[in-house]
């Protein structure tokens, strides 16, 4: 099983970005995905997440109105798009899947079975 995000770079403050999370050896329908990020000398910390089953989402309070998760099944792809970027926007993303999470547990790292090496994305102000 392979993940990997890409579609990171250098953004501007109030622009866009969309970050896309492909994998290889799993279908992302039966998956719950998740995004995550980690600013220098910061832990990582959760973005958002859709869920495998009815496709909830929940988000972190500081990007929630900024950033989306969609989900494109028969591209077995997970995007995240990023409006309104913010300087403190600034981290390396990374995508992650897990089968079978409870809504309770969406934003713990540790409920995640697969992880993709990351992208990193910089926000100019």
């Known amino acids: 099983v392979q993940l990997q995000a890409c579609g990171g770079g250098l953004g501007q403050a109030g622009g866009s970005l969309r970050l896309s999370c492909v994998a290889s050896?799993?279908?992302?329908?039966?998956?719950?995905v998740g995004w995550f990020r980690q600013a220098p000398g910061k832990e990582r910390e959760f973005v958002g997440a859709i869920r495998s089953s009815g496709g909830t989402r929940s988000y972190a309070d500081s990007v929630k109105g900024r950033f989306t998760v969609d989900r494109d099944n028969a591209e077995n792809t997970v995007y995240l798009q990023m409006n309104n970027l913010l300087p403190e926007d600034t981290a390396v993303y990374y995508c992650?899947?897990?089968?079978?999470?409870?809504?309770?547990?969406?934003?713990?790292?540790?409920?995640?079975?697969?992880w993709g090496p990351g992208t990193q994305v910089t926000v100019s102000s």
């Open positions: 992650a899947a897990g089968r079978s999470i409870i809504l309770s547990s969406i934003r713990t790292e540790s409920a995640y079975d697969y």
């Open positions: 050896g799993l279908s992302f329908r039966a998956y719950t």
